[in-house]
Nanobody, 123 residues
C-alpha cells in the first residue's frame, strides 16, 4: 500500500510560480512511477507529468517547458515545480503512483492517488 498526501496548492497570479509536493508512505516508493494529474470543474482528469524511479520524465504538451517534475527517493517525495502559470492551469492537482513503474499518461494505470490540492491562477 502507498499513501499519498499533496500540499503546496494555492492562489497565484498569472505568470507566477508554485511548487506542489507529494509525500508518499509505504514501500517500495523508489520502484513506483509517480505522476501528477489535474482536473478542472466539468472536465476529465488529465495527465500533467510523470517520472520513473530512474528519473525519466514525460510531460503534457500544455505544460512542457513550464512545469518540472522531480523526486527525492530518500525522502519519498515527488514535486511539481510550476512556472509561468496561466489561468487555464487552474484545477485540483493530484499525485498518483504506478506500481508498474512506467511513464503512463492514463489515469487508469495508476494504482494509488492522493486527495488533491487546489491550484487557482488569477488573470
Amino acid at each position: 500500500q502507498v499513501q499519498l498526501v499533496e500540499s503546496g496548492g494555492g492562489l497565484v497570479q498569472a505568470g507566477g510560480s508554485l511548487r506542489l509536493s507529494c509525500a508518499a508512505s509505504g514501500r517500495p516508493f523508489s520502484s513506483y512511477a509517480m505522476g501528477w494529474f489535474r482536473q478542472a470543474p466539468g472536465k476529465e482528469r488529465e495527465f500533467v507529468a510523470a517520472i520513473t524511479w530512474a528519473t525519466s520524465t514525460a510531460y503534457a504538451n500544455s505544460v512542457k517547458g513550464r512545469f518540472t517534475i522531480f523526486r527525492d527517493n530518500a525522502k519519498t517525495m515527488v514535486y511539481l515545480q510550476m512556472n509561468s502559470l496561466k489561468p487555464e492551469d487552474t484545477a485540483v492537482y493530484y499525485c498518483a503512483a504506478a506500481a508498474l513503474g512506467r511513464l503512463f499518461t492514463a489515469p487508469s494505470l495508476y494504482d494509488y492517488w492522493g486527495q488533491g490540492t487546489q491550484v487557482t491562477v488569477s488573470s
